[in-house]
């Protein structure tokens, strides 16, 4: 029968214990807050307005927020060295994980798309090209917009796309609605706040038209404000055609891959990261 020496078992006893109140020290260090942040924090919260139930969400929140900052000071960091080719900054998403960035404000559901307006990118586009263009100082760009907790990342995209092209049409600069598109192109395949496919939304647009941004809206025929008649398919990842579009026709609207802190925080600068090719 196999026996310990009491002085072993109580050696063994007391590692045990040790290792659980270090671990537990562990964990509990992990949740305070460093106070050289407070007011920092303080004034983060304020200008984003954000409210927490109780003490327990906030400190959550809190960890969750110097995680980001340190990120943040990190690539800042390096990118002062010549590592980076752009800045990162806190941004009011900064108490969220990336996950939950990822569950409640994107929304791009990929498709098999074959609809009979869709068309390949015309050869006669590869013509020479300016050395640079920016289609704000042409007007045809609306306001920033804010699509808040809801998977409508797609409609925003359509609608910015087509606001540069009915103006360049018309002269009329017009802030087209998102919300049309959330509360009706499910009739072409989109799902509202959970997600859907740019295509759906322009194939949604060529059968009905889309509304002007005028408070809340549930679609109205007579209340149209933009119309399109087609649209067309850049080749995935080819850069130059992308680039040619942008160039000769406008705003373009783009699905990537922005799982990443470092597209989320991005600030300024060149923004160059492999692993978010698409």
Same mark, same amino acid.
């Given at each position: 029968?196999?026996?310990? &020496?009491?002085?072993?078992?109580?050696?063994? +006893?007391?590692?045990?214990?040790?290792? %659980?109140?270090?671990? $537990?020290? /562990?964990?509990?260090?992990?949740?305070?807050?460093?106070?050289? #942040?407070?007011? *920092?924090?303080? #004034?983060?919260?304020?200008?984003? =307005?954000?409210?927490? &139930?109780?003490? &327990? +969400?906030? /400190?959550?929140?809190?960890?969750?927020?110097e995680q980001t900052l340190k990120f943040i000071m990190v690539h800042n960091l390096?990118?002062?060295?010549?590592? *980076?080719?752009?800045?990162?900054?806190?941004? *009011?998403?900064?108490?969220?994980? $990336?996950?939950?960035? $990822?569950g409640t404000m994107k929304g791009f559901i990929a498709q098999e798309? *074959?609809?009979?307006?869709?068309?390949?990118?015309?050869?006669?586009?590869?013509?020479?090209l300016p050395p640079a263009i920016d289609w704000r100082e042409k007007g045809c760009v609306t306001r920033v917009k804010? =699509?808040? =907790?809801?998977?409508?990342?797609? +409609?925003?995209?359509?609608?910015? $796309? /087509?606001?540069? =092209?009915?103006?360049? &049409?018309?002269?009329?600069?017009?802030?087209?609605?998102?919300?049309?598109?959330?509360d009706c192109s499910n009739i072409t395949g989109n799902k509202g706040c959970i997600g859907g496919f740019m295509p759906n939304s322009f194939q949604y647009i060529i059968n009905y038209g889309i509304e002007a941004e %005028?408070?809340?809206?549930l679609f109205n025929r007579a209340k149209v404000a933009a119309k399109c008649s087609s649209f067309v398919n850049l080749p995935s990842g080819n850069e130059q055609a992308l680039m040619m579009a942008v160039a000769t026709i406008g705003p373009v609207s783009v699905a990537i891959d922005s799982n990443h802190n470092e597209f989320i925080y991005y600030k300024k600068g060149w923004f160059l990261m492999e692993k978010l090719c698409c």
């Open positions: 029968m196999a026996f310990m &020496k009491p002085g072993f078992r109580r050696t063994m +006893a007391f590692a045990s214990f040790c290792l %659980v109140v270090l671990s $537990a020290l /562990l964990v509990q260090s992990l949740s305070i807050p460093d106070p050289t #942040l407070d007011n *920092h924090w303080e #004034l983060w919260v304020k200008t984003h =307005q954000k409210n927490y &139930k109780d003490e &327990k +969400a906030e /400190l959550a929140r809190r960890t969750i927020w390096e990118y002062s060295m010549g590592r *980076h080719s752009y800045e990162v900054g806190m941004n *009011h998403l900064g108490d969220l994980t $990336a996950k939950e960035v $990822a798309a *074959h609809w009979t307006n869709w068309t390949e990118l015309p050869m006669e586009l590869m013509a020479a804010n =699509q808040g =907790q809801c998977g409508s990342c797609y +409609a925003f995209s359509s609608v910015g $796309a /087509l606001e540069c =092209q009915w103006k360049k &049409k018309t002269g009329q600069l017009i802030s087209l609605s998102e919300q049309n598109l959330l %005028v408070g809340n809206c």
